[in-house]
């Protein structure tokens, strides 16, 4: 495996020129790049500047509206539907997690959702930006692109759906939770493909239903397993059912498969204030979070938090730059110079 090490900053900049090169206003490619090397500093390669590639060939595509608004259709003073018309999907899921954290304050519980909708990128960056707000926020998200069986079942069913959750804390690290509820993310399976590397063999199933540890499987007909069996299952179902059903978005199953990728979003937010208060949460939430760290942990092993192995990666890698396979930015470099940016 060989790879390449950029910083974080050459690589924001980079993605902006990208995007921007593309049509997208400045302010919304810094953004859109914000969250892509946000993903890789925290360790989630497979939600990174790869999609400096994949987004770009679906803003050549139409699939993408460059200069478009994400706009309220129907709204309560505790909730919202919002109309993403396509725009960026970075952009419409950070304009539904600020309408659910302003009503969750005003109202003490809010419920915002989204349809039409890109592929939004790693959902933590939204729950995590609210709990920094001092808001509890959970993201139920669907996608709209089969991947995953269903338990029990052969075929792409349901897409990898992933949700989130952050609370707010004080002096600890920041408590997050932000998984596919497939047994990995398709972007994992991609970031193997890219490193030519096996993956576990538990991870997916080829096109004839059998083991395999080929990434090349996913792209040739195979599909992605259910992580923890039914358990894994039924959350898979939850996030089509409150992602999709409920916000009017496509569904694993809807045989219309663009734009490639789309996300339905249904997001939960709720103030601590309407309840013991902001600051005794953030009290008793260190105060947990303390003790479960101070739990024995068994032989060569730790205790870690959800969301602490994130920051620890992140810490890392704005210190020692982030590591990109050479094919990953090969397709970067390339995408840049035909659009005229000097890499």
């Known amino acids: 495996m060989s790879m390449i090490v950029q910083s974080a900053e050459r690589l924001r900049k980079l993605g902006t020129e990208i995007f921007s090169a593309q049509g997208v206003p400045k302010k919304k490619a810094e953004f859109i790049s914000e969250t892509l090397v946000e993903a890789n500093l925290t360790g989630h ?107 029990n079942g052969v075929g792409m069913v349901f897409g990898t759906n992933p949700f989130s959750a952050a609370v707010p804390t004080g002096e600890t690290k920041p408590f997050l939770v932000d998984y596919a509820t497939s047994m990995v993310a398709g972007g994992k399976v991609s970031v193997a493909r890219a490193n030519h590397e096996k993956i576990p063999t538990h991870w997916l199933r080829d096109k004839e239903g059998n083991v395999t540890d080929d990434p090349n499987a996913l792209k040739e007909g195979g599909w992605l397993l259910s992580f923890g069996d039914h358990k894994g299952y039924c959350l898979q179902f939850l996030m089509e059912l409150l992602g999709a059903v409920m916000t009017g978005s496509r569904t694993g199953l809807d045989p219309d498969l663009e734009p490639p990728s789309t996300n339905g979003v249904l997001i939960v937010a709720i103030d601590p204030d309407a309840f013991i208060g902001l600051e005794a949460f953030k009290q008793g939430a260190d105060s947990l979070i303390s003790e479960v760290k101070a739990t024995k942990a068994e032989p060569g092993k730790r205790i870690l938090i959800p969301g602490e192995p994130e920051w620890e990666s992140k810490k890392q890698r704005l210190r020692d730059g982030i590591p990109i396979p050479d094919e990953t930015w090969s397709q970067i470099v390339s995408i840049a110079k035909e659009l005229g940016v000097d890499v």
């Not at 969750?104 to 809010?110: Q, T």
């Not at 960056?125 to 069986?149: C, D, E, K, L």
């Open 45 to 151: 390669d497979s939600h990174g500047i790869s999609y400096f590639v994949s987004y770009s060939d679906r803003i050549k595509k139409g699939y993408i509206a460059v200069d478009a608004e994400p706009i309220i259709v129907k709204e309560t003073p505790s909730s919202a539907l919002i109309d993403g018309h396509w725009a960026p999907g970075q952009v419409t899921a950070m304009r539904a997690i600020k309408v659910a954290v302003e009503k969750a304050k005003e109202h003490s519980i809010s419920a915002v959702g989204t349809f039409n909708c890109n592929h939004i990128g790693r959902v933590g960056y939204y729950t995590n930006w609210a709990s920094r707000q001092g808001v509890i926020a959970m993201m139920f998200v669907n996608v709209g692109h089969p991947a995953v069986a269903v338990y």
